[in-house]
């Protein structure tokens, strides 16, 4: 482990995660700077009560310069912080240790590491398999899901740690690792940040780097970007809806696990939460739970009551027959697709926000399903124009999501489903992800009251 003690130690970025690797660093003893490209954060930044008199230990700095990186040993990067700044580049150019949150929390944890990674289902599965553990072992959910590791190591919380890692946070590890860990689904996402979908797939696909033979890999059969590893230091499960496999998977509507026998776990239509994307979720979250020896039982308990997470394919409500799900959580096309995928009524689909430099072409795999597309925001035209070229009429751009949605409620009949699923981040229009859904849930509401 790298002593911090007396360090120079710079955290860039002062969100959620960077306050608390704050607290840690000073906790061990590093001389601790902080900087935001955003001057009112750090000229405003607060500590939790129990940590406010710590503050004073901060060092705060308003201009970074290439010659002050060099003053520092080491430089702890907030996710929000891309790798590719160029002080983070002139950094490591000069030698100095440039890690992230993740691996400065993994550095100073002797809990036992379970990592769930992908482009889609990653809440959701850290979540069921939290969920899971809880009712014979203790676990917690850190990590992307809102709670830092680093908090998690600052309040010596005791367990597993669920570990929910996103690709920002997978670009300045070293040594991080998992005793289990899991790659849910690749697809382009993030193109902005990472430039092409080769970085990005390489970037999910280290999380399993540095396992070792005592370590284990829980891979998705169904998905070609993550079956092809090609693993000599560590162990394999899978999981799967297409095939019978070592590990989880449905086969006419059943789930089951195999390892030394075969063991049906739950029908299919017991299971609370709906949805093809989500039995993936299921099959992976079973891996880890039957790993660690979770009796079965504990496991259907789970199933048969768990709900996911807000905006994640949930459905809002159905007035004069329409239904109307809101899946604004769904910000990649994979993820749209497979939201369309598990709708069985005619949809009408809302889409678009901000540009994350994607390929939109696959919107329009299951256009046979699709009563409307209704396209708005930032993406509006382009994904219209891909449209067009397709010979696909059945799309309309809007200014807004309250256009789009009238015009839904305008044309839906009994039977259909108003869809939210926009493939697309949410920042043109709205804070994050969960606006717009509390928006759209909205407007849901208001079309009831009328009813």
């Given at each position: 482990m790298i002593n911090f003690f007396v360090k120079n130690v710079l955290v860039y970025g002062m969100s959620e995660s960077g306050i608390w690797t704050s607290i840690l660093l000073i906790k061990k003893n590093a001389k601790c700077f902080v900087y935001d490209d955003n001057k009112k954060v750090v000229n405003n930044l607060k500590f939790p009560t129990k940590y406010t008199n710590l503050?004073?230990?901060?060092?705060?700095?308003?201009?970074l310069t290439n010659n002050l990186i060099l003053s520092f040993d080491a430089i702890v990067v907030s996710p929000g912080v891309s790798i590719d700044n160029k002080f983070l580049k002139y950094a490591k150019k000069n030698g100095k240790l440039v890690i992230s949150e993740l691996e400065f929390g993994f550095l100073n944890c002797r809990n036992k590491i379970l990592a769930i990674t992908g482009t889609n289902g990653k809440t959701t599965t850290t979540e069921l398999i939290t969920a899971m553990l809880n009712i014979q072992i203790k676990a917690t959910a850190v990590g992307n899901i809102g709670y830092p590791l680093t908090r998690a190591i600052v309040e010596k919380i005791s367990g597993c740690f669920v570990v929910e890692v996103s690709s920002f946070m997978l670009e300045a590890i070293i040594s991080f690792k998992a005793d289990i860990a899991t790659i849910t689904n690749i697809a382009p996402d993030h193109l902005d940040r990472h430039k092409t979908f080769k970085n990005y797939k390489n970037l999910k696909l280290k999380i399993f780097d540095n396992l070792n033979k005592n370590d284990t890999a829980i891979v998705n059969l169904d998905d070609d970007y993550v079956n092809n590893i090609k693993p000599n230091k560590y162990k394999i499960i899978f999981f799967s809806q297409k095939y019978v496999c070592h590990g989880a998977y449905s086969l006419n509507n059943v789930v089951y696990y195999s390892a030394k026998k075969v063991e049906k776990i739950i029908d299919i239509e017991d299971i609370k939460i709906k949805g093809k994307h989500n039995i993936y979720n299921i099959l992976c979250a079973i891996c880890f739970a039957k790993k660690l020896n979770i009796k079965t039982n504990n496991v259907i308990k789970v199933l048969k009551t768990f709900e996911t997470a807000k905006y994640r394919y949930?459905?809002?409500?159905?007035?004069?027959?329409?239904?109307?799900?809101?899946?604004?959580?769904?910000?990649?096309?994979?993820?749209?697709?497979m939201a369309i995928e598990s709708t069985d009524q005619p949809i009408f689909l809302l889409l678009g926000g901000s540009d994350k430099n994607i390929n939109y072409e696959d919107l329009f795999i299951h256009q046979s399903k699709i009563k409307y597309y209704c396209v708005y925001g930032q993406t509006a035209q382009k994904i219209f124009d891909i449209a067009k070229e397709k010979n696909i009429s059945n799309i309309q751009v809007f200014q807004n999501l309250k256009d789009a949605f009238d015009f839904c409620i305008s044309n839906a009949i009994?039977?259909?489903?108003v869809l939210l699923s926009p493939a697309c981040a949410s920042f043109d229009q709205f804070k994050n992800y969960e606006e717009r859904g509390e928006y759209f849930n909205k407007l849901v509401k208001d079309y009831g009251k009328k009813k």
């Open positions: 503050l004073k230990k901060i060092n705060k700095i308003e201009k949930q459905l809002v409500g159905c007035y004069n027959g329409i239904s109307f799900v809101n899946d604004s959580k769904s910000t990649t096309v994979a993820s749209t697709n009994s039977n259909d489903c």
